[in-house]
Each structure stands twice: as C-alpha cells, then as structure tokens.
C-alpha cells in the first residue's frame, strides 16, 4: 500500500491518538486537527491525500466542514466519521461530498481497506 498523508479530524483526543498510531503502523503520514476550523486551514496549508472527519466538532458540525474543504480541495478525499447511526447523518454527508460514512467504532482492518483504494 501507497504511503498516504491523512488528516484526522476529531475533537476526542484518545480516538484521533487511536488512529494516528494505527496509520503510523500501516506507514502512512498522519496528522490530526481537533476542530473544523483547524482542519480547514490545514487543509488550505497542506498537502494531504485523505481526510477523516467526525461529524461532531465543537465549533461546527462535520459535514459542513467537509463542505468548507470541497470548495478548497474539490478532489480531496474524504470520509465522514459517526458515533451516530441516524440516516440523516448519513445523508448529510453524502450531500456534502463524502465518500462514505464510517460508524465508530472503526475496524482498523476495515479502515485500511477503504484506504487502500484511494
């Protein structure tokens, strides 16, 4: 698998640490931004090939912060991530560009291999 830069966005410190140290096991790049408005201007700054952002963020909800990174990076991918399970979650971030969804708990093992294919 291809060395990745992956931006984690999420406000719960242990989860984004969880998944940094996973990536950096699978020899991908992490980095993490523990709001929307953070991860917005990481995006403007950085260069990333993935972004996993969870749906809430303590100054914005997530799929309008996915939204703010489509207008900057319209190719960048991104999955939205919930503790939730509500269709309108779901919905909400397909509307706004997502790729797909994820339920947290994530499956590492599944996460890798939806990343394999970017």
Avoid: W
């Avoid at 929307?36 to 972004?51: H, L, M, P, T």
């Avoid at 994820?102 to 890798?112: A, G, Q, R, V, Y």
Wanted: aromatic share 4%; with cysteine; net charge negative.
């Amino acid at each position: 698998m291809t060395s990745l830069r992956i931006l984690i966005v999420d406000d719960d410190e242990d989860f984004a640490d969880g998944l940094m140290e996973i990536f950096e096991l699978d020899g991908h790049e992490p980095a993490m931004a523990h709001s929307g408005r953070d991860a917005i201007g990481a995006v403007e700054n950085g260069i990333f090939d993935v972004v996993l952002i969870d749906i809430g963020l303590p100054d914005m909800n997530g799929a309008e912060c996915l939204r703010t990174i489509r207008t900057i990076r319209p190719d960048l991918p991104c999955f939205l991530l919930t503790g939730y399970s509500a269709e309108d979650v779901a919905n909400q971030g397909i509307e706004a560009g997502a790729i797909e969804i994820l339920t947290k708990p994530i499956d590492p093992d599944t996460l890798s291999r939806r990343l394999a294919v970017i």
